[in-house]
Structures are given as structure tokens and as C-alpha cells.
């Protein structure tokens, strides 16, 4: 199983590097053909946008609006708190083996310490993650996903995908999920567990995102925003909130200068 899991990442990520590579090429002859500055012809790549737009769609008006919101407002005013971080806590937990792998393949080595002695104590003192009581000993989440790892290698993201119920997500950050999901103890778990450990999960993510609902209602295209938002996240994350600031040479600078000077 876990073979099979890691043969189907690497075919997502040799179609992601052909699809980013012609999305790469028809960008640079757009802006060649259109004589514009690449500040301006940069987009996120997008290939699919039509059919990722209306499974958006599906996914909020229909699949959140009926199921996973009501859900969440349900859960969020039944279920005590200390049970609901409870819960977090051991959906969580499961991750730190990959997290403690994925650290080791950047070169974190402190981050996979970390992880490992999280899950060591936090499955046993923790009673089984339950309680995170790494965290009151001073070690701190330091969560890594193997789509991240690849970032630091130098895969692109490749395109955006829209997945049904799952959201948004990339065949780079794709690919890497497969791969943690592969990984001692999540390879393991029973269906019926899994089930229960991605429905906390997406629950309570679910909470998390209430109080951003108007600014998403109320933005001009709210696919857009979601796109735009899922992508600076996922750079946050790969440069650890040191996201590098893009190299302008002073040409660059000029032909941006006036093309906005042609705009007015």
C-alpha cells in the first residue's frame, strides 16, 4: 500500500512539472507577445480554473452550506472545549512521525527532535495525545509536511486543484500529502479511525475560518481570494514566516514604471 501511495506522488509530480512548464511557456510568450513586465504577467498557475471553479462552487454553496457548516456549529456548541482540544490534540499527535522525517529531509535537525519527542511523551504522558503536555515542557509544534520538502527542493508548486469536499490544494502539496499519509502511524489506522481523525480535523478547521466568512463574502470574486489566500499561506509555510521578498533588477523596475505610466 504505501508502494503504491508513493508511485502515484511521483506520477502527480512528473504531470505537475510538464503542466507547470507549459503553463511557465504560454506566461512568457503572453508577456512577450503583450510587451509587459513579468511583475504584471505573473499569475498563479491556474490551468484548470474552469473546472476548479465550479467545484468550488460545489464545495461552498452546496457541500458547506448543508453539511460541513451546520456540522461545525453543532459540534462547536455541543462538545465541551477541553473535549474538542482533546481531540485536536490526537488527530494532531499522529502527525508528528512524518513531521520528525520531514524536518530530517530539510535539514531541521532540532525540528525533528522535537517532533520525535512530542509524539514519545504526548502518547504516553499525553494518554495517547489526548493532552499536550509537550507543549507545557517547552517543545513546541514544528509541523513539516513533505510537500514542503519538496518546495525546499526545488519542485514548483505546479497547478491549482479544486478537490471535491477536500478544497483547494496543489499536485506539489498533493503529492506530499500521499507521501505523510504513508508514513507509521497513519499507514496503520484503521478506516473507521482515519475517518474520525479527518473529520475533527476538518471540523474544527471549519470553526477556525467563521470569523473570516464576511470578508470572503463579502471580496469581489471569492474564488479568487480563496486561491490567493491558499497560496500565500503555503509560502508562509515553506519559508517559515520568512517568505523571501522578489529580486527586481532596475530594467524590471523601469518597464513596470512605464507601464503604469501607459495605463494612465
Known amino acids: ?12 509530480l512528473i504531470l505537475s512539472g510538464c503542466a507547470s512548464k507549459q503553463s511557465a511557456d504560454a506566461q512568457a510568450t503572453a508577456a512577450k507577445q503583450a510587451n509587459l513586465p513579468k511583475e504584471v504577467q505573473q499569475e498563479i498557475p491556474d490551468p484548470f ?33 477541553f473535549a ?14 512524518s513531521s520528525a522525517v520531514n ?32 507543549s507545557h515542557m517547552g517543545l513546541e509544534v514544528n509541523n513539516e509536511e513533505f510537500g514542503e520538502v519538496l518546495g525546499k527542493w526545488g519542485v514548483n508548486t505546479g497547478p491549482y486543484i479544486m478537490l471535491p469536499a477536500m478544497g483547494p490544494t496543489d499536485t506539489r502539496n498533493f503529492a506530499g500529502d500521499l507521501v505523510d499519509s504513508a508514513y507509521f502511524p497513519l499507514d496503520d489506522l484503521t ?16 470553526i477556525s475560518l467563521m470569523a473570516q466568512e464576511q470578508m470572503l463574502n463579502d471580496s469581489l470574486d471569492p474564488y479568487l481570494f480563496v486561491r ?37
Do not use: C, H
Request: cysteine-free.
Open 103 to 134: 524536518n530530517l529531509l530539510q535539514g531541521k535537525g532540532e525540528g525533528a527532535a522535537k517532533s520525535t519527542g512530542r509524539f514519545l511523551i504526548n502518547s504516553t504522558v499525553g494518554l495517547l495525545g489526548l493532552i499536550d503536555v509537550a
Open 1 to 12: 500500500m504505501k508502494q503504491v501511495k508513493v508511485l502515484v506522488a511521483a506520477a502527480i
Open 191 to 206: 478506516l473507521w479511525i482515519k475517518a474520525l481523525r479527518i473529520s475533527i480535523k476538518a471540523v474544527e478547521g471549519r
Open 49 to 81: 480554473e474552469g473546472v476548479n471553479r465550479a467545484i468550488w462552487d460545489f464545495n461552498y454553496d452546496v457541500l458547506d452550506a448543508y453539511i460541513l457548516r451546520p456540522v461545525a456549529v453543532g459540534y462547536e456548541a455541543v462538545m465541551p472545549q
Open 228 to 264: 490567493e489566500a491558499y497560496f500565500q499561506r503555503s509560502q508562509f509555510k515553506l519559508y517559515d514566516g520568512n517568505v523571501p521578498k522578489p529580486q527586481v533588477t532596475e530594467k524590471e523596475e523601469e518597464d513596470f514604471e512605464a507601464f503604469l505610466n501607459d495605463m494612465n
Open 84 to 97: 474538542r482540544t482533546g481531540l485536536l490534540n490526537a488527530a494532531n499527535n499522529l502527525e508528528e512521525p
